[in-house]
């Protein structure tokens, strides 16, 4: 499922900000884990490659002073800024994502995480498995 949603959104390159708001909100209804790592690595690819920073020089057309004072923006793929006819950044560029990461960290925070019950943990900890079976120590590196 994940390799078919990264093709269909411009196989994973261009800037999904827009897009990864809905795909945010359907990972909080479906609760499926695929979907949710798919999110993820979609948000991690738009601010790592469009989040104007120290690793990012952002677009052609702003110059190192003007993306200093930017820091933090994001702003669209090449494709998008040729079909907009446009070489310049827009306020919801940015705003398309932080939207996106919201809600992001919105359905991260509904996330239950696995519950350990107590014995299991202090049986582990003592060497034996959960049935009371003896484990072998991890070997040392």
Excluded: N, W
Aim: hydrophobic share 40%; glycine share 10%; with cysteine.
């Amino acid at each position: 499922m994940s390799d078919g949603i990264l093709a269909r959104i411009g196989g994973g390159v261009r800037y999904t900000c827009g897009p990864l708001q809905g795909l945010a909100s359907l990972a909080s209804v479906l609760s499926d884990a695929e979907l949710l790592q798919v999110v993820l690595k979609l948000l991690e690819k738009d601010a790592d490659r469009y989040q104007l920073g120290e690793s990012t020089a952002g677009p052609p057309q702003l110059s190192g002073k003007v993306a200093a004072d930017l820091q933090g923006a994001f702003f669209r793929d090449e494709d998008q800024l040729k079909m907009e006819k446009r070489h310049s950044l827009r306020v919801d560029d940015t705003a398309m994502c932080l939207i996106a990461l919201t809600q992001v960290l919105e359905v991260l925070a509904k996330v239950q995480g696995v519950v350990v019950d107590e014995a299991v943990t202090k049986a582990r900890a003592a060497g034996s498995g959960p049935e009371g079976e003896t484990r072998e120590p991890d070997a040392e590196l």
